[in-house]
């Protein structure tokens, strides 16, 4: 049975972030795994090592993208002009025409499904102008989420020394995206997109797997490897996987697939807490009332380990006794939850009401009563 254990005391605390897999191994150079909805690190391996990203990078350029969709810069039907630079990059490719027009959905459709370097650059120019104008905004959107080890040069991925993000960073984006914009999320499960007369499969190889796959992105270039941002769902629960620098497309599909298994099937999402639910509770000095309780302010969950996930324990730290006046709302605290062999997560605790300050007679008289027991 899930235990909490409350401890009222003055406690300075630091949080880490944990890892809830200890000895899983991967043939990958860099991996990351989260829980999508609690955020928990799954599985990590030189996760903040920065990488080329080659067409995982699309991601972001697509972040852009569905942005400028719904803020009004893009419709889904506009048609966008195809430059010479565009039409001759090399690569992969949507096989768009120079001087044709083309949808905006197609070119989605082209970036995520057919991995079209063309198509990132007809996205690009039509946001920014020029790619590399383009790159600029985009490292700028990632920096404004936390993606602090990227840099983006262009749109595609297209092999730039200065050109990297990391495992970590990629998973945050691809979280974000997703959580942001689900409304077009379902492009990326698309199994094939036929373009001037060419059909083209969709380079995941997760998808074909019967695991509950339904995204990401592939990515391959020679000092890269091979990469995937893989995301699937089980029972309404859902993991974002980062991998890259598998060997093959075989070893990729491979990992992928076991990963994936490995992360949907071994956790479960705990609920243990409820927004505004009352967790422990403080003396108060100076004040009309002589306890306050402390609450948290969001539905907490937790991604836990199938085996041994009813060892959680929690503890509540505060400073003990508190002085009044105090405003609702007000943080105070601390509340630490503990999974055993695992580590430790941190929220905020914050008073539940609010006390008024004595007045001045009854002010007096209870520093006087607080001074005699101090002497005692």
Do not use: C
């Not at 401890?7 to 043939?27: E, G, K, R, Y």
């Not at 768009?96 to 027009?101: D, L, N, P």
């Not at 070119?107 to 790159?135: H, K």
């Not at 948290?296 to 509540?316: K, M, N, R």
């Amino acid at each position: 049975m899930f235990r909490i254990i409350l401890l009222t005391f003055l406690l300075f605390v630091f949080p880490i972030q944990i890892s809830l897999a200890q000895d899983l191994q991967t043939a990958a150079e860099e991996a990351y795994i989260i829980d999508f909805d609690t955020g928990s690190v799954l599985y990590k391996k030189n996760e903040d090592e920065k990488m080329p990203t080659s067409s995982m990078s699309k991601v972001m350029t697509m972040l852009a993208v569905f942005e400028a969709l719904e803020d009004g810069r893009l419709k889904l039907d506009e048609e966008l002009m195809v430059s010479q630079k565009a039409w001759e990059k090399g690569g992969s490719k949507m096989f768009v025409e120079v001087g044709k027009k083309v949808k905006v959905e197609d070119l989605i459709r082209g970036v995520i499904v057919q991995s079209g370097n063309d198509a990132t650059i007809v996205l690009a120019e039509a946001l920014a102008g020029t790619e590399e104008a383009f790159g600029k905004q985009i490292t700028d959107l990632a920096h404004k989420l936390g993606m602090d080890n990227t840099n983006f040069t262009n749109a595609s991925g297209w092999p730039d020394d200065n050109h990297y993000s990391t495992a970590k960073d990629l998973a945050i984006l691809t979280r974000y995206m997703i959580k942001t914009y689900p409304q077009y999320y379902h492009y990326f499960a698309e199994p094939d997109f036929e373009y001037n007369g060419i059909t083209q499969g969709n380079r995941n190889p997760l998808l074909t797997r019967d695991i509950g796959a339904d995204g990401v992105k592939t990515g391959h270039t020679e000092g890269a490897g091979y990469g995937l941002i893989g995301s699937g769902i089980r029972e309404d629960r859902r993991v974002i996987m980062v991998l890259n620098g598998m060997t093959s497309m075989q070893e990729r599909a491979d990992e992928g697939a076991r990963l994936m298994e490995w992360a949907l099937r071994n956790f479960k999402n705990k609920k243990l807490f409820s927004e505004g639910q009352i967790v422990s509770h403080a003396n108060v000095v100076l004040g009309t009332k002589e306890t306050l309780a402390l609450r948290v302010d969001e539905t907490i969950y937790l991604t836990v380990p199938l085996s041994g996930s009813d060892e959680i324990t929690a503890s509540a730290t505060f400073d003990n006794p508190v002085t009044a006046p105090i405003m609702e709302g007000a943080r105070l605290g601390t509340l630490k939850i503990y999974i055993p062999n695992f580590g430790h997560i941190e929220k905020p605790l914050f008073a539940a009401e609010t006390i008024e300050e004595l007045g001045f007679f009854n002010k007096v008289m209870a520093k006087f009563s607080l001074l005699i027991k101090q002497n005692l």
